[in-house]
């Protein structure tokens, strides 16, 4: 034998160094993290994990399934870029767990589930089209396990062309059977959250002269604004954006304060219509209001933020029961869409909520740890 390759071959010729030193960052870190994967699944009680590829069309979708308990798991497909496969799995992973909260919190007959399409650079419209044709095989392939829907991402163009390749998708065009905007449903069921609120810290049933500070008043904020403006509240809003506000003050009369300053209003209530994590160490100690109940997501920074709340007296909507209004009206779509029915249900997270706010009295504890107590009941209790 040629000694030449008796020899490791990265001895050889840079070449072959360069290419050993490639394989190992190449395919060692996918193997470690293939096994902290388990590990990942295991801790957020996983569940499923499906992938699927098509190098051609550069298609590259995750689809995750965490539980199955309460029925098909249901959940948006988001369609941004990542910066790596890690950030997208995990994405996926996450929020999926979080729509079986949600569903499980609403009485939904629904499990939990989320897609990730990784988006491509410079996607062409055509390239778009072949990737959620494609996507909408895949969800198809899936038997019905997982219901898609809009998110981050996609659009309602994009949910009518999964629908040439599957049922099971939701959030398609009216003209196809869809829904429509969830926002004024979402903004409908805070409206219902914020009303539960108000029964449980001042005994009243009505909102008439509260005064309710909002912070963003797009999608969501504009509806709920308006709700809470024909109940006779009144309104406090800032935005990033000079129109929304302006609409708001000259449709509901309502004050305006900069975006920084939303924090230090003399309110009743607080409603976060915008961004994550807005409850934290700097916010909270600068809170006047009583109760803190909007749309966002992912309200509390960290989980402890919650209990700093509750040492404040400030009475905390958890985000994911308060803001299910949109996933209860896309969820009627399953059986066949009646916007009634779907207001009704939507009505009913006054009783949630009413339940989460008196359980925590009762055991002393955080709003945000008794949702997922109720939940976690659901799912994993005998
Ligand atoms: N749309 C739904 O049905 C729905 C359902 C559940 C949860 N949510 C959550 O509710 C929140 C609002 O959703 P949306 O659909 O209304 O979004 P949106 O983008 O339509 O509205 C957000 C508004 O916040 C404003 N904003 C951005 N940064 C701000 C800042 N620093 N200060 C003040 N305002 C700021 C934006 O200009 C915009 O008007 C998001 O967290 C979303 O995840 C929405």
Known sequence: MCRRWARPFEEVTPLCRRLARLVKETFRPRLEDAVDLFNYASDLKYGELHLKVDPQ??????????????????????????????????????LARGMSYKAAISKLPHGGGKAVIVRPPNLSDEQRERIFSVYGEFVDSLGGKYITCEDSGTAVSDMDVVAEQTDHVL????AEGGSGDPSPFTAFGVRRGIEAAVK????????????????????VGYYLAKELHELGA??????????????????????????????????????????????????IPRL???????????????DR???????????????YAINAGGLINVAEE?????????????????????????????????????????????????
Do not use: W
Not at 245 to 259: M, N, S, T
């Open 57 to 94: 069309i550069e298609l590259r979708a995750i689809v995750a399934i965490h539980n199955l308990k309460r029925g098909p798991a249901i959940g948006g497909c988001r369609f941004i870029e990542y910066g790596s496969t890690d950030d997208a799995l995990q994405d996926a992973m996450r």
């Open 171 to 174: 959030g398609t065009s009216t």
């Open 200 to 219: 449980h810290r001042y005994g009243r049933d009505d909102l008439d002269g509260l005064h309710v500070s909002v912070q963003g008043v797009g999608h």
């Open 234 to 283: 009144k309104l406090t809003v800032t935005d990033v954006n000079e129109e929304a506000i302006e609409r708001c003050q000259d449709e509901f009369g309502a004050e305006r304060v900069a975006p920084e300053s939303i924090y230090d209003v003399d309110a009743d209530i607080f409603a976060p219509c915008a961004l994550g994590a807005i409850l934290n160490d700097e916010t």
């Open 288 to 302: 006047k209001c009583d109760i803190v109940a909007g749309a966002s997501n992912n309200q509390l920074a960290e």
């Open 305 to 319: 933020h919650g209990a700093m709340l509750l040492e404040r007296g400030i009475l905390y909507a958890p985000d």
């Open 334 to 382: 399953y059986t066949g869409y009646d916007a009634d029915a779907a207001r009704e249900k939507t009505s009913a997270i006054f009783d949630t909520m009413l339940a989460i706010y008196e359980r925590a009295d009762k055991e002393n504890l955080p709003t945000g740890v008794v949702a997922d107590r109720i939940v976690e009941e659901e799912l994993y209790g005998e």
